[in-house]
């Protein structure tokens, strides 16, 4: 098994119709312990009540992470920005002096990742663990046909489109409460390292997608935005 061993945070350059859109991103996979020690200098006063255990480990993992992309972003301490749950469990960012600011959160297995952007930019992150040992629903056959000429494992598959499908979730704020058929990738192509997917029903959307170690990491963007890929891969090049 192999894990991020350090906490990575870094500006992503997107661009769009040749503007460049501020966005900024971060992966942590610091120790619950190591976490507990710096909470007064990451969460907000409103943050400190979580829950113990596994549970706390992944909010705290989604809250640093969140801080590190949010500071880059506004040069705010990160304790003066608070991010709390909306009705539908989504992210919601406070943060004196910026009134259109989003962020998306994503944690498994000990790692988390965020991406700050703004709100006329919608984005999602999404990472999971490949983990042999958990179910998870089928490609569909189409689907499956269009990536088996691609040079991922079964599992690396599956689990590239779950988090593709997940993050487009997050991007919609939906979640998975909606007929998973509405996520269909209706396409798929190799950009380097990096897979980039096509959605049936979400034209407007596309998923960048990616193995990182013992992870699979899906970042939506809006379709004719360009990301560079090289960030990406820099931001969890930690992963060995
Ligand atoms: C939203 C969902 C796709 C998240 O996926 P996941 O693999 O469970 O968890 P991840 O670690 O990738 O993401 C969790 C983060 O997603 C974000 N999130 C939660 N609900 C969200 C929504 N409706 N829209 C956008 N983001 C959301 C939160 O930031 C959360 O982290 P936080 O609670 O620490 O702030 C998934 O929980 C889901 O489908 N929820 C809807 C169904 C539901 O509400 N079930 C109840 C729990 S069983």
């Known amino acids: 098994m192999t894990e991020w061993t350090n906490s990575h945070h870094l500006a992503l350059t997107v661009t769009r119709e040749g503007h460049t859109i501020p966005v900024f991103m971060a992966v942590s996979s610091l120790s619950l312990s190591a976490l507990q020690v710096q909470l007064g200098r990451f969460l907000h006063p409103e943050e400190r009540a979580v829950s ?24 705010v301490a990160a304790n003066n920005i608070r991010i709390r749950p909306g009705v539908f469990g989504q992210p919601v ?27 006329a930019h919608p984005m999602a992150v999404d990472i999971e663990l490949l983990d042999g040992d958990r ?13 088996a000429p691609l040079s991922y494992t079964s599992e690396e598959q599956t689990y590239l489109l779950w988090t593709a499908r997940e993050a487009l979730s997050k991007v919609l704020r939906t979640g998975f409460t909606t007929d998973l058929e509405l996520f269909n990738v209706k396409s798929v192509a190799m950009n380097g390292s990096f897979m980039v997917a096509e959605f049936q029903h979400f034209l407007q959307y596309k998923a960048i997608s990616w193995i990182a170690g013992n992870m699979a990491c899906s970042l939506v963007v809006p379709q004719r935005s360009q990301v560079d890929m090289a960030a990406l891969q820099t931001l969890t090049s930690q992963v060995s």
């Open 93 to 119: 960012l406070s943060c004196p002096g910026y009134s259109n600011l989003q962020v998306s959160i994503t944690h498994s297995a000990g790692s988390a990742m965020a991406v700050v952007f703004p709100e």
């Open 52 to 75: 113990k255990g596994a549970e706390q480990h992944h909010y705290l993992l989604g809250r640093h992470a969140a801080k590190l992309a949010a500071v880059d972003f506004t040069g």
């Open 135 to 147: 179910f998870l629903p089928p490609l569909t056959p189409a689907e499956a046909a269009l990536i």
